[in-house]
């Protein structure tokens, strides 16, 4: 024990880094264990979408979802669901949604306020449209 301390008494900025990088792995850790939002793989999406008729939410903007999304999605930007615009998707609270951003890092703050909001099933994709795409899996652009 000696030892640590005096390490860190030597090193004090690396010594905060690291509590630092400690604090963020239990906060992260935390927060996906206690969040609604269930990070979902391609594959389980598909399932949902085929079986539990899961309602896509792609939030990317405009441009990004002309280039190319998942059939049947529906383009509510990111900004707008967080400035509270829910009307595209309101009737939708009941059914599975799983949210879809470009690398999958977006949807897990979206999916939060949408549980806030009173939707019951909650997805985010995993890896968003780029693992979608890295699976060789159906993209349209209509």
Known sequence: MQEYLDFAASH???????LGLVAVIIYMT??????????VPSQQAVLLINKQN????D????????????????????????ANN????EKYQDKPVILVCETG???????????????NQVHALRGGMADWRTQNLPVTKR
């Open 59 to 82: 939030v990317r903007a405009a441009e990004e979802f002309r280039k190319g999304h998942i059939a049947g999605a529906i383009n509510v930007p990111a900004a707008q669901l967080k």
């Open 86 to 89: 829910l009307n595209l998707i």
């Open 54 to 57: 899961a309602v896509v939410v």
């Open 12 to 18: 004090p900025m690396l010594s905060m880094v690291w």
């Open 30 to 39: 935390l927060m996906s264990k206690l969040t609604k939002v269930q990070i």
């Open 105 to 119: 890092m977006t949807t897990s703050g979206v999916g939060r306020l949408l549980t806030k909001a009173g939707f």
